[in-house]
C-alpha cells in the first residue's frame, strides 16, 4: 500500500490549498481596496464600479476564463508583455490557476469588505484624524479592527469559493495532473475516467473542507462588536 | 486666542441645497456659536478643524493660518493641532479608556497597549478620576465619564485650541449642570481656548464671552 502523502487526492489537495490561499490573499488586497473605496469615497459611477467588479459572481467562470485568456494568454497585452519582458508565460501554470481564482473569489471579498466598512461610523475616522493619526494609520487602528468580522466572513467564503473553482481554471491553466490538477478538476476526471473510488475520495475531502471553512464564515460573518 | 473665519460651502444632498457663509473674527478665549440645530454650526466647526473643506474663504487660528482658498493652503486636519469633542464623544468602541486617552499620543499604525503607561495618560486618569474604570470599554461607562475620556483623549496631545459640538446635549439636566462646571475649571485651569456650539441658552450663559449667533447657515457678528 502506497503512502497517503503520495496518493495523487493528497497531491491534488495540497494543490488545491495553494492556489486558494494564494487567490484568496489576491482577492483579500484588491476586495478591501476597492470596498474602502466604494464604502467611503463619493464618486460618479460608484454604483456602476461596484457592479462591474460583482461581475465574476454573476457570470458563467468559462466567459470569465475565456476573458482571462485573452488577456493574459500569448497574443493578449499582458501576456504578450510578460513573455517579451519576462519570458513568464502564466498560461497552464498553476499562477494561472490561481488568477482564475481570485477573479471568481474576489467579489465576495469586496461584497462583505463594502458593507462591513460601510457600518463603521466616520465619525470615528474624524476623531482618529484630527488626533493627528494618518489615514493610513486610521484605516489599521480604528476601520479594519471595527470591520474585521465582515472582511474575514468575506474572505473565508472567497477562500471556499477558490477552493472550489472550475471552469474559469480549466480554461486558464488545464488539468496537468501534479501543476494544474486542483481537486475540483481531479474529481470530473476521475468520472470520467470511471474511477469511482478516486471520485469518491475527493468529493469527501472537498465537501469537508468547504463545510469547514463556511462554519468558520457563518461563526464570525454576525458583525457584532461592543457599541460605544 | 486671535481665531478669523471667513468662509463660504454650498452643501448639496439630493435636492436640497445648504449655503454656509461665516464671517467673524474673536480675539476671546470663549467663543460660543449659538443657533438651532441645523443652522450650520457643526460645519462650521468640521471646517475649523479640517474635516470639511469650504468652497471658499480663510481661517486663522492664533497667528496661524489654516486654510486659505486662495493661496492654496488646507492643513490636513491632522497638523491643526485641535482638539474636537464630538457631541456623541466617537469613543473608540474598540479600546479601552486608557487606550482611549493614550490614541492621540502614538502617531504611528499600531493602537496604544490595554495597559498602555503614559505620563499624559496617568495626569488625565487621575484629573478625572477615571482610574477606576481605565480598563473598560467605553459602552461600560456611564454618560459623564464618556464625556471626561473624550475630553482627556482630545486635550492629552497639548492641542492649541479645543472645539466643542453641542457637548452636554447627550447628558441629563442635572449631570449636565455639573460637568458644566467642570468644564468651565478646567477651562480656567489650562487655560486653552475654545469654541463651542450649542442651541441651548444655558452654556452661552456659562461660556458665553463672544457669543456669535448663527442662522440659515449665516453666521453675522453680535456683541454680548
Same mark, same amino acid.
Request: hydrophobic share 50%; with cysteine; charged share 20%.
Given at each position: 500500500?502506497?503512502? %497517503? %502523502?503520495?496518493?495523487?487526492? #493528497?497531491?491534488? *489537495?495540497?494543490?488545491?490549498? $495553494?492556489?486558494?490561499c #494564494?487567490?484568496?490573499?489576491?482577492?483579500?488586497?484588491?476586495?478591501?481596496?476597492?470596498?474602502?473605496?466604494l464604502?467611503?469615497?463619493?464618486?460618479?459611477?460608484?454604483?456602476?464600479l461596484?457592479a462591474?467588479l460583482?461581475l465574476?459572481m454573476?457570470?458563467?467562470?468559462?466567459?470569465?476564463?475565456?476573458?482571462l485568456?485573452?488577456?493574459i494568454?500569448r497574443?493578449?497585452p499582458?501576456?504578450?508583455w510578460?513573455?517579451?519582458? %519576462?519570458g513568464?508565460?502564466l498560461i497552464?501554470? #498553476?499562477?494561472?490557476?490561481?488568477?482564475?481564482?481570485?477573479?471568481?473569489?474576489f467579489?465576495l471579498v469586496? $461584497?462583505?469588505?463594502?458593507?462591513?466598512?460601510?457600518t463603521?461610523?466616520t465619525q470615528l475616522e474624524?476623531?482618529? $484624524?484630527v488626533l493627528?493619526?494618518?489615514?493610513?494609520?486610521v484605516?489599521?487602528r480604528?476601520? *479594519?479592527p471595527?470591520?474585521w468580522r465582515?472582511?474575514l466572513?468575506g474572505?473565508l467564503?472567497?477562500?471556499?469559493r477558490s477552493?472550489?473553482?472550475?471552469?474559469a481554471?480549466?480554461?486558464v491553466?488545464?488539468?496537468?495532473?501534479?501543476?494544474?490538477?486542483?481537486l475540483?478538476i481531479?474529481?470530473y476526471?476521475?468520472?470520467?475516467?470511471?474511477?469511482?473510488?478516486?471520485?469518491?475520495?475527493l468529493?469527501?475531502?472537498?465537501s469537508?473542507?468547504?463545510?469547514?471553512? *463556511?462554519? *468558520?464564515?457563518n461563526k464570525l460573518t454576525p458583525?457584532?462588536?461592543?457599541?460605544? | 486666542?486671535?481665531i478669523?473665519v471667513?468662509?463660504?460651502?454650498t452643501?448639496?444632498?439630493g435636492?436640497?441645497?445648504?449655503e454656509?457663509?461665516?464671517?467673524f473674527?474673536s480675539?476671546? =478665549?470663549r467663543?460660543?456659536?449659538?443657533?438651532?440645530?441645523?443652522?450650520?454650526?457643526s460645519?462650521?466647526l468640521?471646517?475649523?478643524?479640517?474635516?470639511?473643506?469650504?468652497?471658499?474663504?480663510?481661517?486663522?487660528?492664533?497667528?496661524?493660518c489654516?486654510f486659505?482658498?486662495?493661496?492654496?493652503?488646507d492643513?490636513t486636519?491632522?497638523?491643526r493641532?485641535?482638539?474636537?469633542?464630538?457631541?456623541?464623544?466617537?469613543l473608540?468602541?474598540?479600546l479601552n479608556?486608557? =487606550?482611549?486617552?493614550?490614541?492621540?499620543l502614538?502617531?504611528g499604525?499600531r493602537?496604544p497597549l490595554a495597559r498602555v503607561?503614559?505620563?499624559?495618560?496617568?495626569?488625565?486618569?487621575a484629573?478625572f478620576e477615571?482610574?477606576?474604570?481605565?480598563? =473598560?470599554?467605553?459602552?461600560?461607562?456611564?454618560?459623564g465619564?464618556?464625556?471626561r475620556?473624550a475630553?482627556a483623549?482630545?486635550?492629552?496631545?497639548?492641542?492649541?485650541a479645543?472645539?466643542?459640538?453641542?457637548?452636554?446635549?447627550?447628558l441629563?439636566?442635572?449631570?449636565?449642570?455639573?460637568m458644566r462646571?467642570?468644564?468651565?475649571?478646567?477651562q480656567?485651569?489650562l487655560?486653552i481656548p475654545?469654541?463651542?456650539i450649542?442651541?441651548?441658552p444655558?452654556d452661552v450663559?456659562?461660556?458665553g464671552?463672544?457669543?456669535?449667533?448663527?442662522?440659515?447657515?449665516?453666521?453675522e457678528?453680535q456683541?454680548?
Amino acid at each position: 500500500m502506497h503512502s %497517503f %502523502f503520495s496518493d495523487p487526492a #493528497w497531491i491534488a *489537495l495540497r494543490l488545491s490549498l $495553494k492556489v486558494a490561499c #494564494w487567490a484568496t490573499l489576491l482577492a483579500l488586497i484588491f476586495g478591501m481596496a476597492f470596498g474602502y473605496l466604494l464604502a467611503r469615497k463619493r464618486f460618479a459611477g460608484r454604483e456602476l464600479l461596484d457592479a462591474v467588479l460583482t461581475l465574476p459572481m454573476v457570470m458563467p467562470p468559462t466567459v470569465l476564463g475565456y476573458y482571462l485568456l485573452v488577456i493574459i494568454g500569448r497574443e493578449g497585452p499582458v501576456g504578450a508583455w510578460l513573455q517579451h519582458h %519576462f519570458g513568464i508565460n502564466l498560461i497552464f501554470t #498553476w499562477q494561472a490557476a490561481v488568477m482564475a481564482a481570485a477573479v471568481v473569489a474576489f467579489p465576495l471579498v469586496l $461584497k462583505g469588505a463594502r458593507a462591513a466598512f460601510e457600518t463603521v461610523d466616520t465619525q470615528l475616522e474624524q476623531a482618529a $484624524k484630527v488626533l493627528g493619526v494618518s489615514s493610513f494609520g486610521v484605516f489599521l487602528r480604528v476601520t *479594519l479592527p471595527l470591520a474585521w468580522r465582515g472582511v474575514l466572513g468575506g474572505t473565508l467564503l472567497a477562500f471556499a469559493r477558490s477552493m472550489g473553482e472550475f471552469g474559469a481554471t480549466l480554461m486558464v491553466a488545464g488539468s496537468i495532473p501534479g501543476k494544474t490538477q486542483t481537486l475540483s478538476i481531479a474529481v470530473y476526471e476521475a468520472v470520467q475516467a470511471g474511477q469511482d473510488d478516486t471520485a469518491n475520495l475527493l468529493v469527501i475531502i472537498t465537501s469537508v473542507v468547504c463545510i469547514t471553512v *463556511l462554519v *468558520l464564515a457563518n461563526k464570525l460573518t454576525p458583525n457584532r462588536h461592543p457599541e460605544g | 486666542m486671535q481665531i478669523q473665519v471667513d468662509i463660504r460651502k454650498t452643501l448639496r444632498s439630493g435636492d436640497r441645497v445648504f449655503e454656509l457663509d461665516a464671517r467673524f473674527e474673536s480675539a476671546s =478665549q470663549r467663543v460660543v456659536i449659538y443657533g438651532a440645530s441645523g443652522a450650520g454650526k457643526s460645519q462650521l466647526l468640521k471646517a475649523v478643524a479640517g474635516l470639511m473643506t469650504p468652497d471658499s474663504g480663510r481661517i486663522a487660528l492664533a497667528g496661524r493660518c489654516l486654510f486659505d482658498q486662495a493661496q492654496r493652503i488646507d492643513i490636513t486636519p491632522q497638523r491643526r493641532r485641535v482638539a474636537y469633542l464630538f457631541q456623541d464623544y466617537a469613543l473608540f468602541p474598540h479600546l479601552n479608556v486608557r =487606550q482611549n486617552i493614550a490614541f492621540g499620543l502614538q502617531r504611528g499604525w499600531r493602537n496604544p497597549l490595554a495597559r498602555v503607561e503614559a505620563e499624559a495618560v496617568r495626569y488625565w486618569l487621575a484629573a478625572f478620576e477615571l482610574e477606576h474604570v481605565a480598563q =473598560q470599554l467605553p459602552h461600560q461607562l456611564s454618560g459623564g465619564q464618556r464625556q471626561r475620556v473624550a475630553l482627556a483623549r482630545a486635550l492629552a496631545p497639548q492641542p492649541g485650541a479645543l472645539l466643542l459640538d453641542e457637548p452636554f446635549a447627550a447628558l441629563d439636566p442635572a449631570l449636565r449642570e455639573r460637568m458644566r462646571a467642570e468644564l468651565d475649571a478646567l477651562q480656567r485651569r489650562l487655560s486653552i481656548p475654545m469654541i463651542l456650539i450649542t442651541h441651548d441658552p444655558e452654556d452661552v450663559r456659562a461660556f458665553g464671552e463672544h457669543v456669535l449667533r448663527m442662522e440659515g447657515g449665516r453666521l453675522e457678528e453680535q456683541e454680548t
